[in-house]
């Protein structure tokens, strides 16, 4: 008996495959190519989708402006915004804006009376939200008018503008808006440097502000006549004189009302 021979390998190599294990192995390997291809394939579709998706959100912030790396605040697209159409007498309300004779007039006050059997008339006081006139109209019934929906922005005081005798603002992008001192009506009187404030818009200026907070002011003289119920005259730092408890000193500072500016209280250190 011949020993085994173990230099000779014991299994038959590739190239001694019978034909049918040759061809077993051939149509083996196309649904590995296939699975491959499919993967390429999926790979493709999931970037062509990613791609959509980045396409459309570049579109949404498109038409919104970049200032500094951010993106400046709303009112900046919205050059006016408007609602419907309102007719007169029916729709028409004390404090809204309507467009008259193309200029934006906000409504002061109004009454509607029937001339006999003819047509009602409407008589309108309303202020020009951009030159401050006033004006009287006398409107027929069913005349329509456009009412503009007004938006706002929050804002901070900074100082006055001497040469373009302006109110200096800016707002939560650290833009300056600046608002005519007559528009600004009694109020102007009482800003004081950091006072917060709400600004009214309209085709990106402000035409109105009113304080989001109760407006503060030094006292820097007081005038104590006696007065039986220790009321004492104080004047404050912008001019303006008027009376306030017995308990203030030269040097406090006094918080007002919002839409009188009477005395409400001491501001505490």
Known sequence: IRPPD????????PT?????VRA??????PPAAAR?????????????LSLAAASAA????APWSFCGGAVA???????IRRADLVEVPGDIKTGMTIIIDGEPQTILSHKSKRMGKGVGKTMMQTRNILTGVYKDHTLGSGKKFEKIDPYFVKGTFSYTDEETNSLVFFDEEFEQLSLDIALAGEGGRWLTEGARVKLDMYNEKP????????PEMEVISIDDSGRSDGAITVELANGEKMQGPGFLKVGDIVTLHKTTFKITGRKKD
Request: hydrophobic share 40%.
């Open 6 to 13: 173990h230099s000779r390998p014991t299994h038959p190599p």
């Open 24 to 29: 077993m192995m051939m149509t083996a390997s």
């Open 36 to 48: 491959r291809v499919a993967r390429r394939r999926g790979g493709a579709l999931a970037t062509l």
């Open 73 to 79: 605040g709303a009112h900046r697209r919205a050059v």
């Open 16 to 20: 001694s495959f019978s034909p049918l």
């Open 207 to 214: 035409y109105k502000f009113s304080f989001s907070e109760e």
């Open 58 to 61: 570049l579109a949404a912030v």
